[in-house]
């Protein structure tokens, strides 16, 4: 009898049944699984080598329970798996008491895989300590946090903290590819589209759990329905219509196609036009950026939504929206530019989603801030200046004058000690002769700029010469 094991075999999800057993199968995280590498070493079969316990980290669906079961089957170890969402302190005591038993009498040791360690109290925490410490387990922990602040500093020394990447585009197609065609997963039974696949890989994010589940929720529904009428309707002359037949052969011939209009079904949502390598890509981007430096606050909020819906980078997000406030607020608002660097380092520190909530926060102050682009303006008139050659030489009273014979050459010789002067600024030529008098910063009317407007004017005044010092 033929077993069926691709769609709708009992209730274990596609994504369950596609888990790799051997860490060779294991989409992306090549930095954790180089030759040698420890989780390499955790592997091996001989299960001794390298038995240190690992807590990995990083955003759903990387990974980390496939490589802990992995590292379970490719070692012979017995695998035992807890998650903090329902297990207590007595779970813990009860895995760590049969493992010492199953050491004891038998020599098998146990891969503890305990799932959002995180969510774990200390006290709960705490009972982990002995069988880690004893070496009755080897303890594999997953969390979604930062476990500098989430496990106990005893806990962390006795563990190699391993970081996961989100799966690279390459990686998840990789996957979609294998559950298409492996017969523990969809067995060849449907063919992709070019889109649908790239939507798949697009709406994942980078978590392979999300895009296998997305793709057999597809598949559902480009299964065809099952024969409701008589297999072959036959003419009145008792012959079987050959357009019938015609029809259920090619129908068997080719199997479902699943469309980019399926997937769209299946995980209920719009599927936007967005290729990262493409124009849109670039079309979005440019009006996101523009939006933000006309002011116009709700603009920039949609461009930045359809950038995290179609699952763009959020460090390059990130990286935009300090170029922006450098570049267009500028002086304006000289606190856009600490807020945007905290906006990038919150989304490196939470990922995603919530990572949406500070770049939010951030583009909404920036689309606010006054716009000033005068620093931008500035350094690229000085570059101008530089690639044209007018550099002239450094002034001989600014040269450096500490090393052994620099006096004797005239360096240093007049300079004037700033703070000497009144407000600590006196007046000195600090350009070289072919550039002074050039301005190059020219301060606008807007926000912070408008009250320093006045400031550089008397600044430029009093270095010059022309408003004398103290006046």
Same mark, same amino acid.
């Not at 369950?16 to 954790?32: C, E, F, I, K, Y």
């Not at 590292?71 to 695998?79: I, K, N, P, Q």
């Not at 037949?245 to 699943?258: G, K, N, V």
């Given at each position: ?166 799966? =690279? +585009? $390459?990686?998840?197609?990789?996957? *979609? /590819? &294998? %559950? #298409? ?77 699943? =469309? +980019? $209009?399926?997937?769209?079904?299946? *995980? /209920? &949502? %719009? #599927? ?200």
């Amino acid at each position: 009898m033929e077993v069926r094991t691709a769609l709708r075999q009992g209730p274990v999800p596609l994504a369950v049944r596609m888990r790799p057993t051997s860490l060779d199968d294991v989409a992306g995280q090549a930095h954790l699984l180089r030759p040698g590498s420890p989780l390499r070493r955790l592997a091996s079969p001989d299960g001794t080598s390298g038995a240190v316990s690992v807590i990995l980290w990083g955003p759903p669906g990387t990974g980390k329970t496939t490589l802990a079961q992995a590292v379970a089957h490719s070692s012979g170890r017995r695998f035992v798996e807890l998650s903090a969402v329902t297990a207590g302190v007595r779970d813990v005591r009860g895995v760590m008491e049969k493992a010492r038993e199953q050491a004891d009498l038998y020599g098998v040791s146990t891969v503890l895989f305990l799932d959002e360690i995180h969510r774990f109290s200390k006290a709960q925490q705490d009972a982990l300590l002995p069988g880690v410490e004893n070496g009755w387990v080897t303890l594999i922990a997953a969390t979604t946090e930062n476990p500098s602040f989430s496990v106990i500093a005893p806990l962390l020394s006795r563990s190699l903290l391993l970081t996961l990447q989100p799966l =690279t +585009e $390459e990686d998840l197609g990789v996957l *979609v /590819d &294998r %559950a #298409l065609a492996d017969p523990r997963g969809l067995a060849g039974r449907f063919r992709l589209a070019p889109e649908a696949r790239a939507a798949l890989v697009r709406l994942a994010s980078g978590d392979a759990r999300r895009a296998l589940t997305a793709l057999e929720a597809s598949a559902t529904l480009a299964e065809p329905p099952g024969d409701e009428e008589a297999d072959g309707d036959e003419a009145d002359d008792g012959e079987v219509d050959d357009d019938s037949t015609d029809r259920e052969e090619a129908a068997a011939a080719e199997p479902p196609l699943i =469309t +980019e $209009e399926l997937v769209a079904t299946a *995980v /209920d &949502r %719009a #599927l936007l036009r967005y290729d990262r390598d493409g124009d849109e890509h670039y079309d979005v981007i440019s009006a996101f950026i523009k939006s933000v430096r006309g002011s116009d606050v709700d603009a920039a909020v949609h461009y930045l939504a359809r950038m995290i819906e179609a699952g763009e980078d959020p460090r390059f997000i990130a990286r935009r929206i300090i170029v922006l406030a450098a570049e267009d607020i500028g002086m304006a608002d000289p606190q856009a530019l600490p807020l945007a660097i905290a906006a990038a380092d919150a989304v490196q520190f939470i990922g995603m989603p919530e990572g949406r909530i500070p770049l939010a926060e951030a583009v909404v102050y920036l689309a606010l801030a006054p716009k000033s682009n005068a620093s931008y303006l500035a350094i690229d008139a000085a570059l101008a200046d530089v690639r044209a050659g007018r550099i002239g030489r450094v002034p001989m009273h600014l040269r450096d004058a500490h090393y052994p014979g620099a006096k004797r050459l005239g360096h240093g010789k007049g300079y004037r000690y700033a703070h000497d002067g009144e407000h600590g600024v006196v007046e000195q030529q600090y350009p070289p002769d072919e550039l002074v008098g050039r301005d190059y910063y020219l301060p606008t009317g807007n926000g912070f700029e408008r009250d320093t407007a006045g400031r550089v004017e008397r600044l430029r005044k009093r270095v010059r010469g022309i408003e004398p010092d103290g006046a």
